[in-house]
């Protein structure tokens, strides 16, 4: 089956401009993740869905930092008045409904965002 | 501070040989360990997980060792094969969908 796509693939932006992007998580998957991946460190935690309800966004860096899941399949990050240190990969990974508490994450191929 | 820690950055091992990668956690809340592959331009792909009522879980040629009084996690690929040569992540959960906690990685090099 289809696993997690994520859009764009790549995105080159000019300081201060505005981003977004876009996931499409796994069919009938109601969590979903976005996390940050700087250049030689592992995935770090943005913000957490639930269906459509942002249950954790502990992990977003800054208020320029957003996102949304409106009616809880396709998500959207976005980034206001990008800044150098924003340029990142941009991981969005979604699970099963629960399965004992303990449910697997799968990632899509991430965006790889560069702020110049 | 580093939650999970993967001390080791790299590790070139054999074709056929064991190839074993470790991992450490410091909060003893985590109750499920994941390990994920990562290619270059790729997302990382599930490989292997663990819950903490366990101590061991195979899967084909992957194996990974929980020690909780150690707080210690480790991979074992066994044999080695050149296709294996990627970045592995350990990750560490406390359960729930809560969020992954990731170390920094260790790019595994198979030689032929």
């Known amino acids: 089956g289809a696993g997690v796509s994520q859009s764009p693939r790549y995105k080159v932006a000019k300081r201060g401009q505005d981003v977004a992007l876009r996931c499409d998580p796994i069919?009938?998957?109601?969590?979903l993740f976005w996390y940050q991946q700087a250049l030689g460190q592992g995935p770090e935690f943005l913000t957490y869905f639930q269906n459509e309800a942002q249950l954790d966004k502990s992990g977003l860096p800054s208020d320029r930092f957003f996102a949304e899941r409106p009616e809880g399949s396709v998500s959207t990050l976005k980034i206001q008045r990008t800044q150098q240190e924003d340029s990142a990969v941009y991981l969005c990974?979604?699970?099963?409904?629960?399965?004992?508490?303990?449910?697997?994450?799968?990632f899509g191929p991430g965006t790889r965002l560069l702020v110049l | 501070d580093q939650q999970v820690k993967q001390n080791s950055p790299s590790l070139s091992v054999q074709e056929g040989r064991i190839s074993i990668l470790n991992c450490d956690y410091t909060?003893?809340?985590?109750?499920?360990f994941l390990w994920y592959k990562k290619y270059p331009a790729e997302g990382p792909t599930f490989l292997i997980s663990?819950?903490?009522?366990?101590d061991k879980n195979e899967d084909g040629r992957f194996t990974v060792f929980l020690n909780k009084s150690a707080k210690h996690l480790s991979l074992h690929i066994v044999p080695s094969q050149p296709g294996d040569s990627a970045v592995y992540f350990c990750a560490a959960s406390g359960g729930g969908n809560t969020p992954l906690v990731f170390g920094k990685g260790t790019r595994l090099s198979v030689i032929a």
């Open positions: 663990i819950s903490s009522i366990k």
């Open positions: 990974a979604s699970s099963p409904p629960g399965t004992g508490g303990q449910e697997t994450q799968y």
């Open positions: 909060n003893s809340m985590f109750d499920y």
């Open positions: 069919s009938g998957h109601v969590s």
